[in-house]
């Protein structure tokens, strides 16, 4: 299926062969699976071939990780019950205790939360700096199991240096670990193919659309990097290890063991279900949002209440280069920064028609202010090192009529 191009696989990918010939995706509810015979059981048991119980595998969720992976270019795809949970699950497969991380600055709120409560638990440091080459060069250590970034920051909107942090990864040894989720399942960025060893990413956005949902996924291209991390060539009680079981799918089986079978932060096949069938409609939803994000942003830029609006699409904003090299199209967030700070931003949103919700990529669309609502737990500095300043309002654009939004825009804005 990966020979076909983009949108052809977002609606052929994945699907299973059915005995009754659906052309939908059947939903498996079901919680365990029977054997025709003891020794089926105990070969499902010890090979992971096959389905025995749904917080490990069901066919159902295994369609949606077939579409995701051929939609980032993977080579193989779990699905979980958030993006939260996809992301513990990626880290916690490399790192131990005593352990480092290298994460970019400005990360998703309860990513920052996630590694400085969780993984600090688990003894696991993580150092924050920008997702540049010669930033993360200078804290990596023979400690760093990791280098995380995300795709495009929120709501800063920066986008890393891909491939200079890739060959850094690489030169060393340490996985690349990407949060793709601004980069709506490849429908924008493809990070496998930029480098990223790993990606994750919270399926709750575009790839469902719908904000009806929440999911997550990890996805890894196959390689040999893994032979390098103590839990891949530590022998269990038999001799074996994961890397000489696996091999390069090592990475994948840990994560599935970890994330699924041991912790039980399975995706239901229902939500699988949704998630499958908003991936359908992705590419055409990202390429329409992200056509009247630009108009919006065109539109703003030369509104006299606005002070700045930031958009990837706009030629001279600070991610227009990169957004050029890695994305297909220019994304379909933006922000605007208006006066008075938090007054001003209560102003115009209190009169607005749009929802004031904190989600993004959604059918319609939906305005937040970061500086009270998703990066409210921060301390001042952080917020404005994260570049979340009082009078910023993010924009994540959605279906409606260009002419509609830019006339409630306009009424609010006045
Ligand atoms: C929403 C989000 C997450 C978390 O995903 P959930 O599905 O809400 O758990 C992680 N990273 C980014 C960039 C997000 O936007």
Known sequence: MNVVRYDTRAVLSGLPDDPYGAVGLPIYATAAFAFSSLEEGARRFATGEGYTYSRAQNPTNQALEERLAALEGAADAAVFASGQAATLSAVIALAQSGDEVIAATGLFGQTTGLFNHVLGLMGINVHYVPAERDAVAEVLSDRTRAIFVETLSNPDLSIPDFEGIAALAEAHGIAFIVDNTFGAVGALARPLTLGAHVVVESLTKWASGHGSVLGGT?????????????????PDAEGKTLWSTFGPQAYMARVRQLGLSL????????????????????????????????????????????????????????????????FRAFGTLLTIEVEEGSEGAARVLDKCRLLQA????????????????THGRLSEPARLKAG????????????????????WLGECLA
Request: with cysteine; glycine share 6%.
């Open 218 to 234: 990890v996805l890894a291209r196959r390689t040999d990097l893994w032979q390098r991390y103590a839990p891949y060539t530590t």
């Open 263 to 326: 912790m039980g932060m399975t995706l239901s096949p229902f939500h699988a279900y949704l998630i499958f069938q908003g991936l359908e409609t992705l590419p055409l939803r990202v390429e329409r949002a992200s056509r009247t994000a630009m108009e919006l942003a065109t539109f703003l830029q030369g509104h006299p209440k606005v002070l700045k609006v930031r958009c990837p699409a706009l030629p001279q904003d600070p991610s227009h280069e990169r957004a050029k090299r890695y």
């Open 358 to 373: 904190p989600n993004v990529g959604d059918v319609r669309t939906l305005v937040v202010h970061p500086w009270t609502t």
């Open 388 to 407: 979340v300043k009082p009078g910023l309002i993010r924009i994540s654009v959605g279906l409606e009529d260009p002419e509609d939004l830019k006339a």
